[in-house]
């Protein structure tokens, strides 16, 4: 089993900067890609980036040149540094892999629990 845990929520003035993390445990034997989600309230879950085994990277527009998903493969941790926040980034935020585990023969997804980020003065 793996499991995935977020970390770095909080409560942040607009403007302000936070950096999330998310550390990967378990019986892992390669992880394919990590994502960051949102999910703002009253609202769907929205991805908002994604790194690749590869480091290539993907980021949702509303996002893009605030945020910065970056990855440590030795720690197999994920962060998301989050810039010039506003208000509407609002949201929990998620933590999600496709995991391969040893004795697997094929990626699995897996979720955390989310960390709350509040921007607000």
């Known amino acids: 089993q793996v499991q995935l845990v977020e970390s770095g929520g909080g409560l942040v003035q607009p403007g302000g900067s936070l950096t999330l993390s998310c550390a990967a445990s378990g019986s892992i034997f390669n992880i394919n890609a990590t994502s960051w989600y949102r999910q703002r309230p009253g609202k769907q879950r929205d991805l908002v980036a994604t790194?690749?085994?590869?480091?290539?990277?993907n980021y949702a527009d509303a996002v893009k040149g605030r945020f910065t998903i970056s990855g440590d493969n030795t720690k197999y941790t994920v962060y998301l540094q989050m810039n010039s926040l506003e208000p509407e980034d609002t949201a929990v935020y998620y933590c999600?892999?496709?995991?391969?585990?040893?004795?697997?023969?094929?990626?699995?997804?897996?979720w955390g629990e989310g960390t709350q980020v509040t921007v607000s003065s």
């Open positions: 999600n892999a496709d995991v391969v585990g040893w004795g697997d023969y094929a990626f699995k997804n897996y």
């Open positions: 790194i690749f085994s590869d480091s290539s990277t």
